[in-house]
């Protein structure tokens, strides 16, 4: 090939590469403006999103089984942080958090719904006995708080024990209660010592002494032995209490006789009546 052929091709492969590399340089800078436009695009919809005077989470809308929370809880924990942000800024985490600080509630779960709402679930503890007074207890021996005047339910038994004992006290009701039900009783009071010493109150307010040891064995003996008391007892005392801490028999507490209010103010009416007539 002459030198004037080689000339002319190698004039005509640098117009095609001039050509091609200004292609490229086109295609890359149209992707870079591509990029850029679809970044600036989703920072505008995070902005207009986050605005609060968009999308704003104005609908509340609590679900589940209250006995005890009222919407008015609800929505004071929502704001006890603050009013609550927008759909896409509002962390549904920390309003479950929240919600939580309310001790009668067990679970709770927070979500949002398109475009404004609030969806709240709970499910409360359900009272089962009450605690050392100042607190309520579950079925499943978990200790709780609610404020006295939401407890509807004045015929809960009571429970009483040391930090730390409330399954076992629990579970000593339920055994002990089953036992005295079968029996006609109805166990009204149980309280566990710190040296584990058992005492019982029936809903008639006769309290029994187990003490530590052979609980099941006294309480048995306990069943036997009360019916044989009541037909000895005189007509103006009642039965009090019944220590059951002996091998063998037990300790009778004897109290003067309930004073049957009705008949009193029955009587009473009666000779009002008759006094009018005279």
Not at 146 to 165: F, I
Not at 207 to 217: D, H, M, S, V
Not at 252 to 270: C, H, K
Request: net charge neutral; with cysteine.
């Amino acid at each position: 090939m002459s030198q004037a052929a080689r000339n002319v091709r190698e004039e005509q492969e640098k117009r095609r590469s001039g050509r091609s590399n200004g292609t490229q340089l086109v295609g890359i800078v149209f992707l870079l403006m591509v990029i850029a436009t679809m970044a600036w695009g989703c920072w505008a919809v995070v902005q207009w999103m986050s605005d609060p005077q968009r999308l704003p989470l104005s609908r509340l809308v609590v679900t589940g089984e209250r006995a005890i929370t009222t919407d008015d809880d609800i929505r004071q924990a929502v704001l006890s942080s603050g009013s609550p942000g927008t759909f896409m800024s509002q962390d549904v985490d920390v309003l479950q958090q929240q919600i939580l600080h309310l001790k009668w509630i067990k679970q709770a779960s927070v979500r949002k719904q398109w475009p404004d709402e609030l969806k709240i679930h709970i499910v409360e503890y359900v009272p089962y006995a009450r605690w050392n007074d100042l607190q309520l207890m579950d079925k499943d021996g978990n200790v709780f708080s609610v404020p006295a005047e939401r407890v509807s339910d004045r015929s809960l038994p009571m429970l009483y024990g040391p930090e730390g004992g409330e399954k076992e006290v629990l579970e000593g009701y339920n055994s002990m209660s089953s036992a005295l039900a079968e029996a006609k009783f109805t166990l009204k009071t149980v309280s566990m010592s710190e040296r584990r010493s058992w005492q019982l109150v029936l809903d008639n307010d006769v309290r029994i002494e187990l003490g530590r040891e052979n609980r099941t064995q006294r309480l048995t003996r306990f069943i036997a032995l009360y019916p044989m008391l009541l037909k000895q007892a005189p007509e103006d005392k009642r039965i009090a209490s019944l220590d059951m801490r002996y091998d063998t028999g037990a300790a009778v507490g004897w109290a003067p006789a309930f004073i049957d209010g009705q008949n009193i103010l029955s009587d009473w009416t009666q000779q009002q009546s008759q006094a009018e007539r005279q």
